[in-house]
């Protein structure tokens, strides 16, 4: 019987023309055959993917929609349009409340009694955070958390910095290894580096960032936990920003740059920062977006074309605005009640979040 000449490609070949297809389409070849799921789910496959697709502008939203539920936002051709997923985890509560952070396609999310998971949307792989038993008790405490991913132990990790909320001296730093599966006390954060002020850390460059104020004279600055080696540093915020504005500001990453964005509803005054080389404080460029009537502001998620960026108007809407020609126009999500304020971006990988071997609380929906 005569063989096909597909039967004859060399499985290198077969590799890399997978490894160019998008995630979700890589499980359903992995139904092929048990050849072909055992090499699709390989870890040096799965990171060869992920080196493939992590340049493309190929970002998706994932939010807590009005009935607690995750849901994400797949953006097509026609920008102004977008199409939503339920995602559905049978064996986990559905009452999520906020969307900590993404990196390399796993989303930090926590859900109404606490408890965080780590997941991947496009797989629906998840992982259980634990508790810490040296956590500060969550009634009376002022907490703050972020997702990152350290390239040199090929570790994710999970970094929250927690405080009695009278107490501005002793900010505790606590650390989780995903690889490892284990919580430990980093320390304190220095008090030289001032009192971070709120929000979900932010990840460019290896490090999660906070905005915060330094006393005696609440200079504002970014504080920054370098994931590798696991210390803190200082970064300048744009010289020519108001002090007296920082409270209206934003942290926020955008096209792997960090960015701050200033809402001044009353002025009317929405004013982007990017700092365009990380470190430099001469790299911050300032941008104006003029012409929306806000009330709450508008915060940036990602951009969809080389001109073209989604942005939360007032915690309510989605809008896309085109850098290019200043202009904006309304984005549609079918059959979606959301107010977007629980909103973050992530991208399409294969990036299993069950990386240790020791740990508990994996699944898969």
Not at 196 to 214: D, F, T
Not at 254 to 271: A, Q, Y
Not at 283 to 297: F, Q, Y
């Amino acid at each position: 019987m005569a063989m096909s000449k597909a039967e004859y490609l060399p499985q290198e070949i077969i590799i890399d023309i997978l490894s160019r297809l998008p995630a979700k389409a890589i499980g359903q070849f992995r139904c092929v055959s048990k050849q072909w799921l055992n090499f699709l789910s390989d870890p040096q496959f799965i990171k060869f993917h992920h080196t493939i697709h992590s340049h493309k502008e190929d970002a998706k939203l994932i939010f807590v929609s009005s009935s607690a539920a995750l849901h994400t936002i797949t953006f097509n051709q026609n920008p102004q349009n977008a199409i939503s997923r339920n995602l559905n985890f049978p064996q986990l509560s559905h009452n999520w409340v906020k969307v900590v952070g993404s990196s390399n396609g796993l989303v930090l999310v926590e859900n109404a009694e606490n408890i965080k998971y780590l997941i991947n949307p496009t797989t629906l792989k998840y992982h259980r955070i634990p508790n810490f038993h040296l956590a500060l008790p969550v009634p009376g405490i002022f907490s703050m958390c972020g997702l990152g991913y350290d390239f040199a132990s090929d570790d994710y990790k999970v970094v929250t910095l927690s405080r009695y909320k009278r107490d501005l001296d002793n900010i505790f730093v606590d650390v989780y290894s995903v690889r490892m599966g284990l919580w430990r006390r980093h320390g304190k954060l220095p008090v030289d580096h001032g009192v971070p002020i709120g929000g979900s850390g932010v990840l460019v460059n290896g490090a999660l960032h906070w905005l915060a104020r330094k006393s005696p004279y609440y200079s504002s600055v970014i504080v920054a936990f370098d994931l590798n080696d696991e210390t803190f540093l200082e970064l300048p915020v744009p010289n020519a920003l108001d002090d007296n504005n920082f409270v209206l500001c934003d942290l926020v990453a955008f096209r792997g740059c960090l960015c701050m964005l200033l809402n001044d509803t009353e002025e009317n005054k929405i004013e982007f920062w990017m700092m365009k080389k990380y470190g430099v404080e001469e790299s911050w460029t300032k941008r104006r977006i003029a012409g929306l009537d806000l009330v709450h502001g508008l915060v940036p998620f990602c951009s969809i074309s080389d001109d073209d960026v989604v942005l939360n108007v007032d915690r309510e809407k989605l809008i896309v605005y085109n850098m290019k020609e200043d202009l904006w126009r309304d984005m549609k999500v079918g059959g979606i009640t959301a107010k977007f304020e629980r909103t973050r971006s992530f991208m399409e990988s294969l990036v299993s979040p069950m990386l240790g071997k020791d740990t508990d609380g994996y699944g898969i929906a």
